[in-house]
């Protein structure tokens, strides 16, 4: 399966939507404050091995955009083929954009190759994320052999400010497990705030963190990192930064939206 979903934000409107199953892209309606909503579902319910999804967003000059996971996203087992996602996000001048996942959930001998690349304008500012859990937790089960790669690239004024991949293959397991790699940690988040003086945001999230997660920053990136052996409590603490986040960069409610709580 190949799914693609492109997604322009113009000021107040959508701008343009191009959808190809089995990614679709449906548009809740927003409560008050808040702006346009895109949720993403797969619809095949789950990706498998030689499964590809390509995700296109742009906030264009002067947009409010949000593009938000619908559910967790299943990558199930391979027999072989890597399943790629592909995310390509644009935010023109004086625009804000917002894309909020939900858990990426990697099965016993899953392979996933999964790219994020964030290319800002000088004033332009976002919020991108992603959380991953080490195998169907849920169940007792856990991931001993697959692959996982996942790489960001992120550009100011075409200028590369930060990079950073996670890559794990062969005996997984043991790497999950040993202390200079995840401790024992099944889940792991990263949260990345491109806003004016971050410095001061950092010190109001270190404050809500504990446990095994941390904040720093790079430039005007403020990137905020967690590990954790509970997803549902990681998933909880992801979800508390994020609103509050929301709400003291780009002045929006400090609230998530329906559909992520549910």
């Known amino acids: ?15 343009r939507l191009y959808q190809q199953a ?4 449906l548009f809740p309606d927003p409560p008050d404050g808040e ?59 004086g625009a804000w954009l917002e894309v909020l996942p939900q858990e990426t959930i990697v099965f016993e001998g899953a392979r996933l190759r999964r790219s994020t690349r964030l290319d800002l304008a000088a004033d332009a500012r976002a ?6 859990v080490f ?7 856990s991931l001993s052999q697959g692959l996982v790669h996942d790489a960001w690239e992120i550009r100011r004024d075409g200028r590369l400010i930060w990079a950073d991949a996670l890559h794990l293959d062969g005996d ?25 003086r971050p410095m001061i945001l950092r010190d109001g999230v270190r404050e809500m963190l504990d446990g095994r997660a941390g904040a720093t920053v790079v430039g005007d990136l403020l ?19 994020w609103a509050m986040l929301r709400h003291e960069a780009a002045g929006l409610p400090r609230r998530l939206p329906r559909i992520w709580e549910i």
Do not use: N
Not at 1 to 15: Q, S
Not at 54 to 81: C, D, F, H, N, Q
Not at 135 to 141: F, H, I, L, P
Not at 172 to 192: D, R, S, Y
């Open 172 to 196: 997984i397991a043991a790497k999950l497990k040993a202390p200079g790699g995840f401790g024992g940690a099944l889940a792991c988040a990263t949260l990345v705030l491109a806003t004016p």
């Open 127 to 132: 919020m991108v994320g992603e959380m991953l």
């Open 135 to 141: 195998g169907r937790t849920a169940k007792g089960e």
């Open 22 to 25: 089995p990614l679709r892209v």
């Open 223 to 241: 990137i905020v990192r967690w590990l954790d052996e509970d997803a549902a409590r990681l998933r909880k603490s992801f979800g508390t930064v």
């Open 35 to 93: 702006p346009i909503q895109a949720a993403l579902v797969t619809t095949s319910g789950g990706l498998a091995g030689g499964d590809r999804l390509e995700l296109s967003a742009r906030a264009a000059a002067g947009a409010v955009g949000m593009v938000v996971a619908s559910a967790a996203e299943k990558i199930y087992r391979s027999t072989g083929p890597d399943t790629k996602v592909d995310i390509g996000l644009t935010v023109e001048k």
């Open 1 to 15: 399966m190949w799914g693609k979903a492109e997604i322009v934000f113009e000021p107040g409107r959508l701008g």
